[in-house]
């Protein structure tokens, strides 16, 4: 036997109920079109704060890899004033104590270690290598003294 709902839905009449009232045909059109204006609307959201959420870890990076690079080209500075040489890879400035050979009254030569290493607190790769902030190894020329990074885009930074 047929219901009234069902009698109602072969005549297109209704399409369901509401509270135990049939709802007309395009009420049903209407609320799926909103469903997925919305979904449409949240996901354009979501693609913009990603967008803008990965831009300014961009920028972080940037700005750190800055900071570090002159951190970096300092420490071979005070390496090669104190030491006469250049390091031979920048692994050493991490590794070696900071050590400065003086002269006392007599003309005696002694060693000041001061407490440190040349960098400190730089994160590294699995060998001990200083890393930059996208992860990478920098380049360092032990023959020129010159460090960049090694993240693809920032070779000339």
Same mark, same amino acid.
């Given at each position: ?5 069902? $009698? ?7 399409? &369901? ?6 709802? %007309?045909?395009?009420?049903? &059109?209407?609320? +799926? /079109?909103?469903?997925? +204006?919305?979904? *449409?609307?949240?996901?354009? /959201? ?10 300014? @870890?961009?920028? @972080?990076?940037? $700005?750190?890899?800055? @900071? ?7 420490? *071979?500075?005070? /390496? ?6 250049? %390091? ?5 400035? *991490? $590794?070696? =104590? ?8 007599? &003309? ?5 270690? *001061?407490?440190?290493?040349? $960098?400190?607190?730089?994160?590294? =790769?699995?060998?001990?290598? %200083?890393? =930059? %902030? /996208? ?5 360092? =020329? ?10 693809? &885009?920032?070779?000339?930074?």
């Amino acid at each position: 036997m047929d219901t009234p709902l069902h $009698v109602e839905a072969s005549r297109g009449k209704a399409s &369901g109920s509401l509270n135990g009232q049939a709802l %007309p045909v395009n009420e049903r &059109g209407r609320t +799926l /079109f909103e469903a997925l +204006l919305t979904l *449409i609307l949240v996901s354009v /959201f979501l693609l913009i704060a990603v967008d803008r959420y990965a831009s300014s @870890v961009r920028r @972080v990076k940037e $700005v750190a890899l800055t @900071v570090e690079l002159n951190t970096m080209r300092s420490a *071979i500075n005070y /390496f090669a004033i104190i030491n006469g040489r250049l %390091p031979e890879s920048l692994k050493e400035l *991490i $590794v070696k =104590d900071i050590l400065i050979t003086k002269k006392d009254i007599t &003309g005696r030569d002694y060693t000041v270690m *001061i407490i440190g290493k040349y $960098v400190e607190s730089m994160s590294t =790769d699995a060998q001990g290598y %200083p890393a =930059d %902030p /996208f992860g990478n190894r920098y380049q360092y =020329d032990p023959k020129t003294g010159m460090v960049r990074s090694g993240a693809e &885009g920032y070779e000339k930074w």
